[in-house]
């Protein structure tokens, strides 16, 4: 694989307009089973609920066989069949709101290739700057990972426990509404998400994978449902271990110390899936 020819996509952007519309707000809502007041024009977005805007509207034709866009254009066309969402680094500077005109400006920040034990790996980061008519709202550097597909016999990684001594916990049910609905919302065709024959016949999986950004959100989720008051100042996270519907999974968050909240998402058998961690003001 020729990582230079991929690098050579280091400092490309790319520019979206959008408008933060209430229907959507109400429907991600009512996918975390919240019971939210009506969104009305002012209403604050909830952080992390901004990914369901500047949705990528890439024609049907323009489809690989993943259902995600097919490569090259903004993002390097990297040669490698998996693609995920492995985490990411946010600074909220103020709420966006119902009603906003609202720009995300992006731009490839880095590209990395490395060995794994499972094969070739890309790392690509993108950075988005996204701001209102008042100024910027929300810097965001977003990690995406390339993989090969796990060759026979490899064994997996070995999975860390998860933490323990959680001061607050929710159990989730991943069922496949739970995660059609977040694609719907997400204008997200990534396959593994809602076509159980292709997760499991093509990519190996055992059932159905949940989103890394919906795990991320159900974690601030959790934060706000224990401190509904508490604005985030920054957040990071970073998937650890995949989540599938077939089983239940848990979001947890401790305090540490006066301005930083830890959280982590479980699995059934008590690993650890994704750590993160969100500051306070």
Known sequence: MDIESLQQWIGRTERRSDVVTATPVAALSATLDRDDPEPLP??????????MYFAPLVRQSGIGADGHPKRGGFL?????????????????????????EITRESRIADVRGKAGRSGSLVFVVVRH???DARGPAITEEHDIVYRDDPAPGVAAPEPRPAPAGAAFAREIVPDPV????YSALTFNGHRIHYDRSYATGVEGYPGLVVHGPLIATLLLDLL???????????????AVRPLFDIHRFTVC??????????LWARDHEGFLAMEATAWLP
């Open 42 to 51: 002012g209403t604050e977005l909830s952080p992390l609920w901004h990914w």
């Open 76 to 100: 390097p066309p990297v040669p490698l069949p998996r693609r995920m969402w492995a985490g990411g680094r946010l600074e909220f500077h103020r709420p966006l709101r119902v009603g906003d």
């Open 129 to 131: 700057e996204i701001a």
């Open 178 to 181: 739970l995660l059609f609905r």
């Open 224 to 238: 706000r449902r224990e401190l509904p008051r508490t604005r985030v100042r920054r957040f990071e996270f970073r």
């Open 253 to 262: 968050g401790r305090p540490d110390g006066d301005r930083a909240v830890q």
